[in-house]
């Protein structure tokens, strides 16, 4: 059987690297995302959207099953608590969790056919607090969440479920959102007890090991990515 991944949002930053990394294993790799990817296969879509998140999940599994998939998709929404916009929120939860659930629905009976399944969700360091992030850190936490509930009820028919909460990775996303001659961006950085950003390869690597036909022994589990700031000062 052909194993294929399937990466959300994997157009570009954290998603392109993971892509790339599912190629180098030998894998197909399908990418559902607004524009097109340079790695993999290319299906376009609006995840934030459900009935065009369910269009390009039928087109993808149109090839055959998806044992491998990892919910990258994702945006941040910056604003105070007083400044947050109900619509922002709930666009929030659309294209960070609901995005997520409606993926993972659609492959879980291949998976659960195949016996085998791996399945990673890209969560964020910002779940443990960080200014302006209610509607991100609201829908990345419950990444968390169904993360642990999946690894129960998943683990018996072979299929693993584990998260990444990424912390500052020098992406364009993270760019828009902490433009680099902000004093905040620049406390973020001096902050991280390795001493730099991280890069999209960072959190691809720690991706590979979740995605791996080795790692059937590790579910529900929730891996920080960030350079050591969640020992470092968490507030940040």
């Known amino acids: 059987m052909v194993e294929r991944l399937l990466v959300t949002g994997g157009a570009a930053g954290i998603g392109l690297a993971i892509a790339r990394h599912g190629l180098a294993q030998g894998w ?3 990418v559902i995302d607004r ?3 340079v790695a993999g296969r290319s299906v376009i879509a609006d995840l934030s959207d459900s009935d065009s998140t369910a269009a390009a999940l039928k087109e993808t599994l149109e090839d055959g099953p998806v044992t491998r998939l990892v919910n990258n998709v994702g945006a941040v929404f ?4 007083e400044s947050q916009s109900l619509e922002d929120l709930d666009s929030s939860f659309a294209l960070n969790l609901r995005a997520a659930i409606q993926c993972t629905q659609a492959l879980v009976p291949g998976m659960a056919a195949a016996g085998f399944g791996r399945i990673v969700n890209m969560s964020s360091r910002a779940v443990l607090g960080k200014e302006l992030r209610t509607a991100y850190a609201a829908a990345k936490a419950g990444l968390i969440g169904v993360t642990r509930v999946w690894a129960l009820e998943l683990g018996a028919r072979g299929i693993t479920v584990n998260a990444i909460g990424p912390g500052p990775i020098a992406t364009e996303l993270f760019m828009k959102a902490n433009p680099s001659d902000s004093p905040r961006t620049r406390a973020i950085v001096e902050s991280v007890p390795v001493g730099r ?3 999209p390869e960072d959190v691809a690597h720690a991706a590979g090991y979740f995605l791996d036909g080795r790692s059937g022994f590790v579910t529900g589990q929730t891996l920080y990515v ?3 700031l969640t020992v470092g000062v968490a507030a940040i």
């Not at 910056?78 to 608590?81: F, G, I, K, T």
């Open 28 to 30: 197909d790799v399908t």
């Open 35 to 37: 524009v097109a990817s």
């Open 78 to 81: 910056p604003a105070s608590l």
């Open 197 to 199: 950003l991280g890069t």
């Open 226 to 228: 960030c350079g050591g």
